[in-house]
Structure formats: C-alpha cells, structure tokens
C-alpha cells in the first residue's frame, strides 16, 4: 500500500471519531441544557409555568376548568394584556394552541383543544386583534407542561399558547 493511501486512511479515520466526538457532546450539551430547563429542546419554554409556545416570543398562557373551554376572568385580564402586546405591534402573527390534560381519548381531547383555541382566539378577536394576524391549532393532550398525573398536573396542562410566529 502506498505512503499516500495510508495517510488518506489515517484522514478519514481521524476524521470519522472527530465528527462522533462533536456529535456526541453536541448531544451531550442539549440533554444537559434540558434538564437545568435550558434551551437545548425546541419545547422548553413548555416547561416555564406563566409563559408558553415555542417561536419569536412569549405571550402569557390561559388555563380552563375540567372539559370546558370558557374564558374565565382570569384568563380574560391575561387576554387583554396579550392583545395589547399584538395589536401594539403592527405585523405581529400569533398561533393560538390549544392544550388538555392527558384523561380522555386523542380525539376527545383534541377537538377539547381546538374548543379552547378557538375561544382564546374568538376572546382576542373581540378585544380588537385583527383575524388574520391569528392562527389556531390543538395539540389535545400530546405537549404537557406536566407529565405528573395529580390536580396539580391536569391543572397546569388545560391551558392555551401563544406562539409568536411573526414579530
């Protein structure tokens, strides 16, 4: 074997166990960052008990009662300040997203979620948010900000996102 395919060998091998170790402490850094509630996962913001969503920014969520989609007043002084900060910004786009406890099948809790969505999203349209600066979708009970299955937990995950999508 000739001088010069050995050395491109000994390259390609270097080269090999170089890209596994920066991928293997790539990996490393994001679980690290996960677990001190960091932003290694696309989700964490998931994890803060005010704020939620995943995008340019954060709007305060909304809770609901067990299996209702109304807006109580709670959730409706936090929709006015979360109109406020849309309509104050001229080009603004918001996914509204809708979010269960995981009792009840998928399809319960996924039209559930669409229900709160569209009733956070219909709150904000009355408050004076222009429609087409809102989207909508459920998640039903796929993104829990608790995995926990007490009140504490069911509580926290009836809830409703604001993704800012556009500043």
């Known amino acids: 074997m000739s001088k010069l395919k050995k050395l491109t060998q000994k390259i390609n091998f270097i080269s090999v166990v170089l890209l596994s170790v920066v991928a293997l402490a790539g990996c490393s850094a ?40 109304d807006i109580g007043p709670a959730a409706a002084e936090i929709l006015k300040k979360n109109a406020s900060t849309i309509k ?10 809708g979010h269960c406890d995981d009792r009840g099948t998928n399809e319960y809790n996924v039209a559930l979620g669409e229900r709160r969505a569209k009733a956070a999203l219909n709150y ?17 009970k796929e993104k829990p900000l608790d995995s926990g299955h007490d009140d504490k937990a069911f509580a926290d995950n009836r809830r409703a996102e604001f993704v800012i999508l556009e500043k």
């Open 30 to 69: 994001k679980s690290k960052s996960r677990e001190a509630g960091g932003s290694g996962s696309s989700d964490s913001n998931y994890n803060d008990m005010k704020h939620g969503g995943v995008g340019l920014g954060l709007l305060e969520r909304i809770h609901f009662d067990f299996d209702k989609q």
């Open 124 to 140: 904000l349209v009355s408050l004076g948010v222009a429609r087409n600066r809102l989207e909508m979708k459920s998640w039903g």
């Open 88 to 97: 104050g910004s001229g080009s603004m786009r918001v996914l509204v997203e």
